[in-house]
């Protein structure tokens, strides 16, 4: 059984920081892409930022230079440093994954159950 959990959200100040974690356990083969998408109160569901398994990242521009995506292959976990905390970054941020289980299977899309981020002016 695959799981994806997000942890390190929290209440904070403008201007603070976070670094959220999103580890992945169960039965994997490999993890390709890995995504930090957040949905704010009342707004649509949105990738912020994204990470190959080689490492390229891309970032929607509203985070560029304040979002960081990482991730630690040897332990399946991806990372989200959040620095400069904006009111509007409040949100539920969610883990995406996109793995196999086997050398030879499919790709798999997965999400974790989110860690909500909210930060107060």
């Known amino acids: 059984q695959v799981q994806l959990v997000e942890s390190g959200g929290g209440l904070v100040q403008a201007g603070g920081s976070l670094r959220l974690s999103c580890a992945a356990s169960?039965?994997?083969?490999?993890?390709?892409?890995i995504a930090w998408y957040r949905q704010g109160p009342g707004k649509q569901r949105e990738v912020v930022a994204t990470?190959?398994?080689?490492?390229?990242?891309k970032y929607v521009d509203s985070v560029k230079g304040r979002f960081t995506i990482s991730r630690d292959n040897a332990i399946n976990t991806a990372y989200l440093q959040i620095n400069t905390l904006k009111p509007e970054d409040t949100a539920v941020y969610y883990c995406?994954?996109?793995?196999?289980?086997?050398?030879?299977?499919?790709?798999?899309?997965?999400w974790g159950r989110g860690t909500q981020v909210t930060v107060s002016s």
């Open positions: 995406n994954a996109k793995l196999q289980l086997r050398s030879t299977g499919p790709q798999y899309n997965y």
């Open positions: 169960g039965s994997i083969f490999s993890i390709n892409v």
């Open positions: 990470i190959t398994s080689g490492g390229s990242t």
